[in-house]
């Protein structure tokens, strides 16, 4: 499977389709969840082009993981959500659940 550029997420990164952003910067982009499943749903998507969090761990550099990592960390601290706790989950594949093929995390609370 090759990453299709015309996928939902790759539309927001464009711009050309609008989303409720909540954090962005060289390496990410977060927004709110359109169909929100806790209090706090919002997606965390990085800017370079992975199918899935598969892709994204065999073809991301170190220094690319390391950079989307400490951004998820600045995203759990932005929202207060260190303390009070959350969930970090990600879908891979037609069997995983996964309905939009871009790579993104959804990080979720009931606070
Ligand atoms: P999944 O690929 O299974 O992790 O699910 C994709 C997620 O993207 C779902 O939770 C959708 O509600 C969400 N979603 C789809 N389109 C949008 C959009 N335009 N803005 C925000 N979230 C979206």
């Not at 969090?53 to 959500?81: E, G, P, R």
Request: with cysteine; aromatic share 12%.
């Amino acid at each position: 499977m090759s990453y299709d550029n015309e996928n939902i997420f790759a539309k927001i990164l464009r711009s050309e389709i609008p989303c409720d952003k909540i954090y962005e910067d060289e390496y990410i982009l977060s927004f709110k969840d359109i169909n929100p499943q806790a209090k706090t749903h919002v997606l965390i998507i990085p800017k370079d082009k992975y199918i899935d969090i598969a892709d994204f761990l065999q073809n991301a550099n170190a220094q690319y993981k390391t950079n989307f990592w400490a951004s998820v960390n600045t995203i759990i601290d932005s929202l207060s959500l260190r303390d009070k706790g959350f969930q970090i989950k990600t879908h891979k594949g037609k069997d995983g659940g996964q309905e939009v093929f871009h790579f993104h995390l959804h990080l979720l609370s009931n606070s």
